[in-house]
T-cell receptor, first 115, second 114 residues
Framework: DADVTQTPRNRITKTGKRIMLECSQT?????MYWYRQDPGLGLRLIYY???????NKGEISDGYSVSRQAQAKFSLSLESAIPNQTALYFC??????????????FGPGTRLTVL | QQQVKQSPQSLIVQKGGISIINCAYE??????FPWYQQFPGKGPALLIA?????SEKKEGRFTISFNKSAKQFSLHIMDSQPGDSATYFC?????????????FGTGTRLTIIP
């Protein structure tokens, strides 16, 4: 969905490096999410934020941190990357005021490789 | 622990055939069950969803069948087309938590062959 953008789309880094993945949305949604996708494991929730002042840990938050700089921006950081963080990362948004609040809109993903 | 179990992991169906993907859940508090479709190089997108007050929901060639007593739900794609080739994820959530508790299955890679 072009309304949710992620940068970079691809990144190769080395073990121990700090990495930031960025997500921006023009949908005007309050809720934003970060997931990682691994083959055979599906999508797992890392962090989610219901507004700028509300940030919550998801299923697999260890080794990650996030920052909600504005309603439209939600960044994911890996403070010291390790190889098992190699994965496809997705940002998603949803509208708390929508009639159906459960629909999530995903960005195109960032493929991260940690060597 | 996997709260939503999805099968099969991969599926090959001939054009015009019926594709069936199954999911089972454990948490009886789940009350919203969406399916997401993901094409290569793209993020997942909502395809169809069902709430447990109905046993079936149909949108075009896509149908969700829901069995509350068995805690199972499935996606049926009728008259499958090559353009349906994608990865499909089932998911589940509890309404009182809203969508931050959207739990996904492990995904099914569907390939439709001519």
């Amino acid at each position: 969905d072009a309304d949710v953008t992620q940068t970079p789309r691809n990144r190769i880094t080395k073990t121990g490096k700090r990495i930031m993945l960025e997500c921006s949305q023009t949908k005007g949604h309050d809720r934003m999410y970060w997931y990682r996708q691994d083959p055979g494991l599906g999508l797992r929730l890392i962090y989610y934020s219901f507004d700028v002042k509300d940030i919550n840990k998801g299923e697999i938050s260890d080794g990650y941190s996030v920052s909600r700089q504005a309603q439209a921006k939600f960044s994911l950081s890996l403070e010291s990357a390790i190889p098992n963080q190699t994965a496809l990362y997705f940002c998603a948004t949803s509208d708390a005021l929508a009639e159906v609040t459960d629909t999530q809109y995903f960005g195109p993903g960032t493929r991260l490789t940690v060597l | 622990q996997q709260q939503v179990k999805q099968s099969p992991q991969s599926l090959i169906v001939q054009k015009g055939g019926i594709s069936i993907i199954n999911c089972a859940y454990e948490n009886t508090a789940f009350d919203y069950f969406p399916w997401y479709q993901q094409f290569p190089g793209k993020g997942p997108a909502l395809l169809i969803a069902i709430r447990p007050d109905v046993s079936e929901k149909k949108e075009g060639r896509f149908t969700i069948s829901f069995n509350k007593s068995a805690k199972q739900f499935s996606l049926h794609i009728m008259d499958s087309q090559p353009g349906d080739s994608a990865t499909y994820f089932c998911a589940a959530t509890e309404a009182n938590f809203g969508n931050e508790k959207l739990t996904f299955g492990t995904g099914t890679r569907l390939t439709i062959i001519p």
